[in-house]
């Protein structure tokens, strides 16, 4: 049996409805849930009107479709009925209505190209856009070859040798300072995926391998000239004729928003108790993945709940939190912490938590547009964050206090409901009296009388005492990270009080 959220809760004005999507502004009616949605795609109901027939779809028949009671939606190439849609939409009905009868791909991509559509509208599906005819002069390449060669020689290329036992792939990105964190490399089923990223571009090496090779293999990378090398182990020690067949997005340099998001099979390892609700989920990538999550980005983990595909975000943190943390060596693959709060009627989180020691569950490539130099050039680093907003800080403070000298304070504002929810309070306290540049305070919204700490809620005249810069001209860096009411709020609170866009990092989706 599904635990199904019941439909009175959350209560219809709490902030939980709110907060369903990280972008929502619309509360939910009740019963118009995620799991009310799947249900409702699985009574067999015909939600297109078209009694489970596909057509082709003319941009002239799309446009007419532009009504909230009769709304068609295009996204690559597709077109689905979203009528019935309407009112489940997190991001509600007039965020759906801009793209009412027209392509929403690109407003898609902006707002939430990771959740997959496809398979949460499979039952809105209407058809196909019908090709129009292309006048292209002859031998012009698709638009994603276009963008690589126009930049020819800063386009990255790519070579291969072979011992009797190892293939090396070598890819020349052309670019300096290429480090571990650019460079993402999976090999499942003899089909090879080597990924570089460039700033908001993606070059990738996309083969199916000639022949088996084995599980583990080994990425080296020669920052200062940009050189890559993926080492392969053949599984039989035969001469390769070739690389293998190039796979469809091979040798291609797009911007990354045009690479639809990859995913691998990582085991849960451990599960250990934070608070509560809040539990530390240690994942294992395979022996033949090199992936490692930058500060500041997350990863989208991906389960299959009554037969839809589920996707939400999450922010990798480290094990714990000690100065100087270096990932330690270990057998198998690396691993990816992430520190995830239950909630009792949360759709994703519930299915986690249900998961056993030894499942598999599928992960991202890491996203997110947090740039470590933004932190690099500062003096004061002043972090906000509520609840599972902590997430992102916990990088954040390690990169911090370990790699940036020029950092004079490092302060973190903790916002939560009880003392009982406050996540890793020892260890943050802990970490104050280790470093005297680092400082923790607690705001609680719901104290019992024993409290003798900060209480409230976000507020200007809370925020005006703690983002003080340490020197009147220092330079200042503010990240937030919360339910999104607080993220909104604060960031007001911050411009109003004289700080300017860039001295401001917003974390979400
Ligand atoms: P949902 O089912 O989406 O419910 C969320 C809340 O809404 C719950 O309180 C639920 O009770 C309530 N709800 C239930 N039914 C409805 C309804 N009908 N209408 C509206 N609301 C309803 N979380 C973490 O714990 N750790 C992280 O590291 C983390 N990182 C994140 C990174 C990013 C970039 C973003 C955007 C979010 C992150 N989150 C993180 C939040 C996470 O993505 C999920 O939103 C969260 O785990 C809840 O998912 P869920 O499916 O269990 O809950
Ligand atoms: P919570 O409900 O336990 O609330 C924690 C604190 O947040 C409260 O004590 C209060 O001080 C503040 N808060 C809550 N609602 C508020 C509101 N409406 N206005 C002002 N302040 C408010 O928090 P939680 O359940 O741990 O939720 C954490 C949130 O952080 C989730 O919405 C999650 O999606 C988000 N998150 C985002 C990212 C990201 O964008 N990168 C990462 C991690 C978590």
């Given at each position: ?9 959350p209560?219809p004005?709490?902030q ?16 118009r ?6 249900r ?5 109901k ?32 597709f ?7 309407m009112e489940?939409h997190p ?20 707002v939430?190209?990771?959740v ?10 209407v058809?196909?856009?019908?090709v ?30 072979q ?9 020349y ?8 964190e ?7 089923d ?20 000639d ?6 293999l080994a ?22 004729k ?10 291609t ?5 045009g ?18 609700d809040?539990?530390l ?10 992936l490692?999550?930058p500060?500041?980005?997350?990863v ?18 480290l ?20 520190m ?6 949360g ?5 986690l ?21 933004q ?11 509520a ?12 990169f ?32 104050a ?12 919204s ?64």
């Amino acid at each position: 049996m599904l635990n199904v959220p019941p439909q009175a809760f959350p209560a219809p004005a709490s902030q939980q409805r709110v907060a369903a999507d990280s972008r929502a502004k619309v509360p939910l009616k009740p019963g118009r849930s995620l799991m009310d949605w799947i249900r409702l795609t699985k009574s067999g109901k015909d939600l297109t009107g078209l009694k489970g027939r596909l057509i082709e779809v003319t941009e002239d028949e799309l446009a007419k479709h532009n009504k909230k009671e009769d709304c068609w939606i295009c996204i690559r190439g597709f077109v689905y009925n979203v009528t019935p849609y309407m009112e489940y939409h997190p991001g509600g009905e007039d965020e759906l209505m801009k793209a009412a009868g027209s392509d929403g791909t690109d407003l898609f991509d902006q707002v939430h190209r990771w959740v997959n559509y496809e398979s949460m509208l499979k039952e809105c599906l209407v058809g196909r856009m019908a090709v129009k005819p292309i006048a292209a002069p002859k031998g012009m390449l698709p638009e994603k070859k276009v963008l690589g060669a126009s930049a020819k020689g800063l386009t990255p290329s790519y070579d291969w040798f072979q011992t009797d036992s190892l293939i090396t792939v070598v890819i020349y990105t052309k670019q300096k300072d290429v480090n571990a964190e650019l460079v993402i490399v999976d090999c499942q089923d003899k089909q090879l995926r080597g990924e570089i990223i460039m700033d908001d571009h993606s070059y990738l090496v996309e083969v199916d391998l000639d022949h088996a090779v084995q599980e583990d293999l080994a990425v080296n990378i020669a920052e200062k000239v940009g050189k890559v090398e993926i080492i392969l182990k053949k599984k039989d020690n035969i001469h390769w004729k070739m690389l293998g067949r190039p796979l469809e997005s091979h040798n291609t340099l797009i911007k990354r928003t045009g690479r639809g998001l990859f995913y691998r099979k990582c085991k849960l390892v451990s599960k250990t108790e934070v608070t509560h609700d809040t539990k530390l989920f240690c994942l294992m990538l395979p022996k033949s993945t090199h992936l490692s999550v930058p500060t500041g980005q997350h990863v989208y983990l991906k389960q299959i709940i009554a037969g839809t595909e589920v996707v939400k975000p999450y922010t990798p943190v480290l094990p714990f939190l000690p100065l100087d943390f270096k990932e330690p060596s270990c057998h198998g693959g690396a691993h990816v912490y992430l520190m995830i709060k239950i909630y009792s009627c949360g759709l994703f989180t519930q299915a986690l938590d249900h998961l056993q020691i030894g499942d598999y569950i599928s992960v991202s490539s890491p996203e997110g547009n947090f740039k470590k130099s933004q932190v690099q050039t500062s003096e004061d680093l002043f972090l906000l964050a509520a609840g599972t907003g902590f997430t992102p800080m916990v990088k954040l403070l390690n990169f911090a206090l370990t790699e940036v000298s020029c950092l004079r304070t490092v302060k973190l504002i903790f916002f939560n409901k009880t003392e009982d929810d406050i996540l890793w309070r020892s260890q943050l306290e802990q970490l104050a009296l280790k470093d005297e540049r680092f400082e923790v305070q607690f705001v609680l919204s719901q104290p019992t009388k024993d409290w003798v700490g900060k209480h409230g809620k976000i507020s200007s005249s809370l925020l005006c005492e703690f983002v003080k810069r340490s020197r009147k001209d220092s330079k200042v860096l503010i990240c937030i990270c919360g339910p999104t009411p607080f993220t909104e709020q604060g960031v007001q609170y911050l411009k109003d009080l004289g700080y300017s866009q860039e001295e401001i990092h917003a974390f979400s989706a």
